[in-house]
């Protein structure tokens, strides 16, 4: 198992087995406890069987699944901040997202997905204006506005700029996508992915090479890597691409 992912679930599922373990041994040393403690197994059982679903069964009970595990992710938070692991533990829960969001996806593309870019990754000081029109980029590369700026021309893939948080949901919800796919620093994408629990989503964490919102950086071969596994490419991208390798559509 992926160490990133093993982090947060040694945790998810390590507590309410431990709990379970701890009920099995008061049925034995308080056996007047014995009805109590069958409900609290019951209880934790129904809690532990939720990370064990995955296809169709876990698309239907995401909202419910994310939230839950939004829970536990925000009550062990502090713990992990103290102990200077707060950055590891939000990335350990996106990349668990990831992996169950691939899974349903690997076998049944989406036809609608949306990415979703915060505006920090332009340069300070560039003048483009890439949130009304990505296509106003200005190609010089400093960036990794331009590689995006030259998928979305050749795969036609629908990407927006967002220059706050709360206008990144407005988009993610504007289309009704199948799917989300968002480059986020770890607070931001563990909130997206919390507040946007009724649609599958895709995080990939930003790099702060500048700090919070200053010239921040992703890595664009992942997001080229999730949206060719994941989404089923558009009729106009895949006759684009027929033209760039000499072929002309008929």
């Not at 041994?25 to 069958?38: C, E, N, R, S």
């Not at 629990?197 to 919070?212: F, K, N, V």
Request: with cysteine; net charge positive; glycine share 6%.
């Amino acid at each position: 198992m992926n160490p990133t992912i093993a982090f947060f679930l040694f945790f998810r599922r390590g507590i309410p087995l431990l709990g379970i373990a701890l009920s099995v041994t008061a049925i034995f040393v308080y056996p007047g406890l014995v009805g109590w403690a069958l409900i609290a197994i019951v209880a934790i059982l129904a809690d532990l069987q939720s990370t064990f679903n995955t296809g169709n069964l876990y698309l239907a009970k995401r909202k419910i699944i994310v939230r839950w595990d939004g829970y536990w992710l925000q009550i062990l938070r502090p713990l992990f901040r103290f102990l200077n692991l707060e950055e590891r533990w939000l990335l350990s829960f996106c990349a668990w997202n990831n992996r169950r969001v691939s899974n349903v996806f690997r076998t049944k593309r989406a036809n609608n997905a949306v990415v979703l870019l915060p505006h920090c990754l332009q340069l300070v000081g560039c003048r483009a204006q890439v949130v009304e029109n990505l296509h106003s980029c200005f190609g010089c590369g400093k960036c990794t506005i331009k590689n995006v700026a030259d998928a979305v021309q050749m795969y036609r893939w629908d990407v927006r700029v967002a220059p706050r948080s709360r206008a990144a949901y407005i988009e993610a919800r504007k289309s009704n996508p199948d799917m989300v796919i968002a480059a986020a620093c770890p607070d931001r994408a563990v909130k997206g992915l919390i507040k946007l629990s009724e649609t599958p989503s895709y995080a990939i964490p930003l790099g702060l090479p500048h700090g919070m919102c200053v010239d921040t950086t992703f890595d664009f071969q992942h997001l080229q890597l999730a949206m060719n596994a994941l989404v089923e490419p558009s009729p106009s991208s895949v006759i684009q691409l027929l033209r760039v390798n000499g072929v002309e559509a008929g």
